[in-house]
Structure formats: structure tokens, C-alpha cells
């Protein structure tokens, strides 16, 4: 879910190869989970070794040939940093979420929410901020092994089932974050990666990267190893900025 992520090469440098959990193990600051038989919430901290290139803000849905036009709607786009997020929206999924901020977990890692709101989103605050048009916007929420989580349903799958077509996040869905005072920034989903905790190189940019296109980073771990108690992967979404005034796909298209 940039100090982190040099914590985890200088481990790797050393030959310390560890498992690791969205909220957190050694390997890069996460911390094992104490009980395998309770459902477990995702670590707070970015797992490593990307398996796809990460999408960028330039990344946009395709229309299938012959098919209808994406009913649109315009997005009031606040312009400039939203510093106190309060909710995460996905129209199509009618997920609506309260938004904490967070800063590092005791580990030095990005926080995330506490490990009983399994439907809480937080804002890393030591990234861009919501808004920003410049570089990942780090969003950390959990997944549980057991039971249902925000995470999940993102990924499409119950529990720790493989994604199922057509659940989770789609191509081209429209995220909102909104803050209390009714600002709101509108994203598109793009697309998805998956990063091993294993192999993750920390040089990637593929969650810390304040220099990158405009985009949301939303992480959640995934790959429960019941003999560690803890998590091998990442999934990292990507959401990129639309630009203020620009039609965004409507609810529930």
C-alpha cells in the first residue's frame, strides 16, 4: 500500500529473503500475521518484482468495433491537492468508502486502514496527493484470506478465490475521491500488476513514484501463504487523472 522499498534492497543486498502481508514483513518492513485461522487483513506496505508494465495516465479503454458509445457524464474535477480525503468512490461497483489519511506505519512503511475496516480506503500521505497532476497517488486497503474485504471485491474474487470474469474492477470504471467539503477528483481505471514480495524491485516505480503520470496506486495483497501467515504478492490498480471538465464514464455504464 520510497523509504520502504530502499529498506527492501538494502535486505536483499544483504541476502535476507523473507515472505512477506496490505497492513505489512521483513523482507520489506512487513510483519508476519499471528494467526492464520482468523481472516487476515492485507499488510500496509507495497510488496515487490513486477509482473506487467505499469499503466500510465496516457493508458485509455478501447471501443470494441461496432459497439455503442460509453454513456458519459461530465467530472467536476477539484483542482489542486486534496490534503484530507474522505471518500473513495466506484460508481459502476456502487462501492462507496470512507477515506482515511494515513502516514508511516511503525515500520517506516505507508500505513493503511486499521486491520477491522475491511472496507476503509487511506491516502499514504507521504505520496501526491489526490488531484496532484503529477506522479502515483498511493492508496493502501485491505483484503482478507478469509471472508470479504474492499480488496476483493476490487480483484474480483471472494475470499482468496481467483478472479472471476467480469467482477472486480473494469476497464474504463470511474473512481471518485471526494473530500467533506465536496471537492472530488474523477480517475479512470486503466488497468492492473501484479508484484511478487519475493523479486520486487524497488527501482520499478510501480507504487512509489512521485515523478510519474497523474495516477491513483491502490494496493492490496493477495497470494495468503497459510505456512508463513502472511502474503507472497501485491496487486497494484491504476487509475489515471482525468482532467478537469473531461467526460468520464457514467455511473453505472
Not at 482468496?160 to 480517475?187: F, H, N, R, T, W
Request: hydrophobic share 35%.
Amino acid at each position: 500500500m520510497p523509504s520502504f522499498l530502499k529498506n527492501r534492497a538494502v535486505q536483499i543486498s544483504l541476502g535476507v529473503v523473507v515472505v512477506a502481508l496490505v497492513v505489512v514483513a521483513a523482507v520489506i518492513g512487513l510483519r508476519p500475521r499471528p494467526n492464520a485461522t482468523v481472516a487476515q487483513p492485507a499488510a500496509s506496505t507495497v510488496a515487490p518484482v513486477e509482473t506487467t508494465a505499469a499503466p500510465t495516465s496516457e493508458s485509455s479503454p478501447e471501443e470494441t468495433p461496432g459497439s455503442s458509445p460509453t454513456p458519459m457524464q461530465t467530472c467536476t474535477n477539484f483542482t489542486g491537492d486534496m490534503e484530507s480525503p474522505t471518500k473513495f468512490e466506484v460508481d459502476r461497483m456502487d462501492v462507496d468508502s470512507p477515506m482515511m489519511v494515513v502516514g508511516k506505519d511503525a515500520d517506516g512503511n505507508p500505513g493503511a486502514p486499521p486491520p477491522n475496516e475491511a472496507y476503509t480506503t487511506a491516502w499514504y500521505n507521504g505520496s501526491p496527493a489526490p488531484g496532484t497532476t503529477q506522479g502515483n497517488v498511493i492508496l493502501t486497503i485491505h483484503t482478507y484470506s478469509k471472508g470479504q474485504a474492499l480488496g476483493n471485491d476490487l480483484f474480483g474474487a471472494s475470499g482468496l478465490m481467483e478472479p472471476q470474469p467480469g467482477k472486480g474492477l473494469q476497464e474504463g470504471d470511474l473512481i471518485k475521491v471526494s473530500d467533506a467539503e465536496g471537492k472530488q477528483v474523477c480517475y479512470r481505471y486503466t488497468g492492473q500488476t501484479k508484484v511478487w514480495v519475493k523479486t520486487y524491485d524497488p527501482t520499478s516505480g510501480v507504487f512509489h513514484n512521485p515523478d510519474g503520470p497523474p495516477q491513483l496506486a491502490i494496493m492490496i495483497c493477495w497470494d495468503y501463504n497459510p505456512g508463513t501467515k502472511d502474503w507472497d504478492s501485491r496487486i497494484i490498480f491504476y487509475a489515471s487523472l482525468i482532467p478537469e471538465g473531461t467526460p468520464a464514464p457514467a455511473a453505472g455504464a
